[in-house]
């Protein structure tokens, strides 16, 4: 199975598609027709169920206030020592969610996502 | 505009890839992400595909996405000579892409701009065949460049 970061990004990458989808500037240079943004609509809402199931419902609601509220990365990288969304430091020793394994910004909540080494 | 985004290091003029799958996953190579990156991002532009081709005709493509994987946007000039079957609105092979990719978080100035500019790249480029003949990155750079600035 995916790890659930992984998951919960490619939730985001769907939330980001389909924004774009509904833009009048993206819609002047590829039309889409309705059935393509449902379409979309239908494999994220399929999306959101799996992740309920394996993070519990919290944590796909978390994820909806947090992409209201900032609608743009809020599954973000944790390579840097700073949080990209809010610009906190991070600390050095975070402890991930024990419920769920995910490891959040401690300042602005935002799910950071562990890039593999190297990278 | 183009000067910028299309560099000589995101090019490559010939092509292997002869399917979809193939291309995209050429395109994106030349972007040198970690591999689990990069498999994120393919994800990401095979949904895009899923939902209508970017092949808009006269054998050109446009894939594109917004991804968390890029920290800038990214633009990747890729040519093939043999063509791709990419499900074109045209249903003829594709021969010229470009992929587009920026992150979520870049304002729709970037993104939408660009996809914008190489929309109408695209239309002129339709119009003609010449870009086959030229063979190296540098000279297919200027040529991009020159026909962008042209009125339409
Ligand atoms: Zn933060």
Redesign the interface.
């Known amino acids: 199975m995916k790890k659930p970061e ?1 998951m919960l ?2 939730l ?3 939330e ?2 389909i924004r ?2 509904r ?1 009048q ?2 819609q ?3 039309p ?2 309705d059935s ?2 449902k ?2 609509q239908e ?1 994220r809402d399929a999306l959101c169920k799996e992740l309920e199931r394996v993070l519990g419902v919290d944590t796909v609601d978390e994820f909806r206030r947090l992409w209201k509220r900032y609608g ?2 809020i ?3 944790a390579g840097g020592e700073i949080c990209t969304n809010c610009f906190n430091v991070l600390p050095t020793a975070l402890e991930p969610d024990p419920r769920t394994g995910l490891y959040r910004c401690p300042s602005c909540s935002v799910f950071l ?1 562990m ?2 080494e ?2 | 505009m183009l000067e910028n985004l299309i560099q000589e290091d995101r090019m490559r003029m010939d092509m292997k890839a002869r399917t979809k799958d193939e291309a995209l996953e050429e395109l994106v190579d030349v972007l040198n992400l ?4 990069k498999e ?1 991002l393919l ?2 532009l095979r ?2 595909e ?3 081709s ?1 092949g808009v005709g006269q054998g050109i493509a446009i894939p594109h ?4 994987v890029v920290d800038r946007l990214e633009v990747v000039v890729g040519r093939s000579r043999e063509g791709v079957d990419f499900d074109a609105i045209d249903g003829k092979p594709v021969h010229l892409f470009f992929l587009i990719v920026a ?3 870049d304002g ?1 100035t970037g993104y ?1 701009l660009t ?2 500019h190489i ?1 109408n790249l695209a239309r002129k480029l339709a119009r003609r065949k010449d870009w086959m003949d030229i063979s190296e990155a540098a000279a297919f750079r200027e040529y991009l460049i020159q026909l962008a600035k042209e009125e339409a």
């Open positions: 992984v990004l490619e985001q990458e769907l980001v598609i774009d989808a833009s500037d993206y002047k240079i590829f889409l027709p393509a943004l379409q979309l494999r743009k990365g599954v973000i990288p996502y890039a593999e190297g990278a | 970690p591999e689990d990156k994120i994800v990401t949904k895009r899923a939902i209508g970017t996405s917004r991804s968390l992150p979520p978080h729709s939408l996809l914008g929309a």
